[in-house]
């Protein structure tokens, strides 16, 4: 998707003008895939720009690189306040924020001991992930020939930019083939996430979600859902499922920063009720606690200005 300017890139604590926030080809983090990142909305509220979550996904970059031994420079709360000061610079009232902490350039080899880490975050307006008409009409789902990664492997708990390389396999090779958004199975067989976004089923009375366990990011969008389900009085379960729990789910959805609350109408090309009356219901109720419209979750809602 391309990408629309906005004036300044903050860069180590300086906002750098958009054009000059480059970095040397010999960066560490470009050779061996050992940054971490977050993917974050601002929304237009009553009271002006707020970023939705914002403290969560700084703490959840923290955690990553906590997993990748990655020291961090900058606490949750400064990166917090640098995260606002681009929203606000941006004079955007909705945009998608990007921070990434990467091991800059000076040191090569696999040790990073002497590296030191750079963190820079930058925001941009981006619209529906997986489409405009993916609340209404829905994705399509293939399941992927690509394993998601396993904890010793890669730790897909930690959002490091090297485990979006598994993503990318399965994501091309589900547009390649027609669909919309590859779901990966973990290496026990069992439903894990997609390429970048979490996974909902309807089953009977329960909505089902994969455990972090299965490999699946810990979401924070499935963290809302989950929430605002809970308040819609449906029961939701964190549990295992296996490939043919989709192929006969009675609707099902995914989730994500970027994808929001997206439906989907096929698995494998077996069709599924698309939208199905809980996907609606918190597809809904999901707009209106990031836009700031929900009492309840108001403290989720971090004003950029
Ligand atoms: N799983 C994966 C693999 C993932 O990348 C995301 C976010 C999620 C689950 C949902 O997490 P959360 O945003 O906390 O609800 N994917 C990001 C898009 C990746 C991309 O750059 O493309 C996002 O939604 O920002």
């Known amino acids: 998707m391309p990408i629309t300017p906005t004036p300044h890139i903050w860069m180590n604590g300086e906002m750098v003008p ?24 601002a929304y ?29 420079p900058y606490s949750v709360g400064e990166i917090v306040e640098a995260c606002k000061q681009v929203v606000a610079d941006s004079g955007l009232d909705a945009c998608y924020l990007r921070p990434i902490a990467y091991y800059g350039y000076g040191e090569m080899g696999l040790a990073t001991s002497e590296c030191t880490t750079d963190v820079s975050i930058a925001a941009w307006p981006w619209g529906a992930y997986l489409g405009d008409d993916a609340v209404t009409k829905g994705v399509r789902l293939k399941i992927s020939s690509w394993t998601r990664h396993d904890h010793n492997i890669m730790p897909p708990a930690s959002k490091t930019t090297g485990n979006y390389a598994n993503s990318t396999l399965a994501k091309m090779e589900a547009i390649r083939a027609g669909y919309d958004e590859a779901i990966m ?27 972090t366990s299965s490999g699946a990011l810990p979401g924070i969008t499935q963290h809302t859902v989950m929430a605002i389900a809970a308040d819609l009085g449906y029961e939701v379960v964190v549990g295992d499922m296996a490939r043919s729990d989709l192929y006969t ?42 836009r700031g419209r929900n009492p309840k979750y108001r403290s989720w809602n971090e004003l950029a200005r």
Do not use: Q
Not at 54 to 67: G, P, V
Not at 193 to 207: I, P, Q, Y
Not at 263 to 270: G, I, M, T
């Open 185 to 211: 199975l973990n290496s026990a067989g069992l439903v894990s996430e997609c390429s970048g976004e979490n996974v909902f089923v309807g089953m009977g009375d329960r909505l089902v979600t994969p455990p």
């Open 44 to 72: 237009e509220t009553d009271d002006g720009p707020a970023i939705f979550r914002l403290t969560d996904h700084i703490e959840r970059l923290h955690n990553s690189a906590k997993i990748l031994d990655m020291p961090m």
């Open 18 to 41: 958009w054009e000059d926030a480059k970095i040397h080809v010999l960066t560490h983090t470009l050779h061996y895939g050992t940054g971490v990142f977050e993917g974050i909305r």
């Open 249 to 290: 789910a009675d609707e099902m959805f995914v989730v994500g920063t970027a994808a929001e609350v997206s439906a989907v109408n096929s698995v494998d090309d077996r069709d599924i009720e698309c939208p199905g009356p809980r996907t609606k219901a918190i597809a809904d109720a999901y707009a209106d606690v990031v």
